[in-house]
C-alpha cells in the first residue's frame, strides 16, 4: 500500500463508521408502533386497557395486542385527551401510568452528536487530503 493513500483511506472508513451510526440513530424505529390519533380512536373504542407514558412514548396495552405510540408534543395532556376521547363512558383509574423518562437527554444525544462529529472529521480529512498539492517536478 503506498503510504499517500493511508489518510484517504482512513477518512473514508471515518465516513462509513459516522454515516452508519447516523442511520442506526435515526433509523431505528419499532415495527409495532401506531399513530396517535389510531391510540384515541382505540381508547374510543374501549380496546385500551393500560397506558403507560415515559416522555413522549407510550406503551399501550390494548386488546389487538401491545404497541407503541408517539406522543406529538410534550406539551399534549394524554390523560386529558384519553377523557375527551372517552366521551360518554367512564375509564378505569388504573388505565393511565406517567412515568418519568427512564434516561437523561444526553444518552440520546451523546450517539447523534458522536456520528455528526465522525462525518464532519471524515470530510474534513478527506477534503484536506485531496485538496493538498501533490509533489512537484524539478
Do not use: C, K
Given at each position: 500500500?503506498?503510504?499517500?493513500?493511508?489518510?484517504?483511506?482512513?477518512?473514508?472508513?471515518?465516513?462509513?463508521?459516522?454515516?452508519?451510526?447516523?442511520?442506526?440513530?435515526?433509523?431505528?424505529?419499532?415495527?409495532?408502533?401506531?399513530?396517535?390519533?389510531?391510540?384515541?380512536?382505540q381508547v374510543a373504542a374501549g380496546d385500551?386497557?393500560?397506558?403507560?407514558?415515559?416522555?413522549?412514548?407510550?406503551?399501550?396495552?390494548?386488546?389487538?395486542?401491545?404497541?407503541?405510540?408517539?406522543?406529538?408534543?410534550?406539551?399534549?395532556?394524554?390523560?386529558?385527551?384519553?377523557?375527551?376521547?372517552?366521551?360518554?363512558?367512564?375509564?378505569?383509574?388504573?388505565?393511565?401510568?406517567?412515568?418519568?423518562?427512564a434516561d437523561p437527554i444526553w444518552f440520546?444525544?451523546?450517539?447523534?452528536?458522536?456520528?455528526?462529529?465522525?462525518?464532519?472529521?471524515?470530510?474534513?480529512?478527506?477534503?484536506?487530503?485531496?485538496?493538498?498539492?501533490?509533489p512537484t517536478a524539478t
Amino acid at each position: 500500500m503506498r503510504p499517500g493513500w493511508v489518510l484517504p483511506g482512513l477518512s473514508v472508513v471515518v465516513l462509513i463508521v459516522g454515516l452508519a451510526g447516523m442511520a442506526a440513530v435515526w433509523g431505528g424505529s419499532t415495527s409495532n408502533q401506531r399513530s396517535y390519533d389510531a391510540f384515541l380512536g382505540q381508547v374510543a373504542a374501549g380496546d385500551v386497557r393500560h397506558v403507560v407514558q415515559t416522555g413522549t412514548r407510550l406503551d399501550v396495552q390494548a386488546r389487538d395486542g401491545d404497541y407503541v405510540v408517539q406522543v406529538p408534543s410534550v406539551m399534549t395532556s394524554v390523560f386529558d385527551d384519553m377523557q375527551a376521547a372517552a366521551a360518554g363512558s367512564s375509564l378505569p383509574g388504573d388505565v393511565f401510568e406517567a412515568q418519568a423518562p427512564a434516561d437523561p437527554i444526553w444518552f440520546t444525544l451523546a450517539p447523534i452528536v458522536v456520528a455528526n462529529l465522525l462525518v464532519a472529521v471524515g470530510i474534513v480529512a478527506l477534503a484536506v487530503v485531496l485538496l493538498r498539492p501533490g509533489p512537484t517536478a524539478t
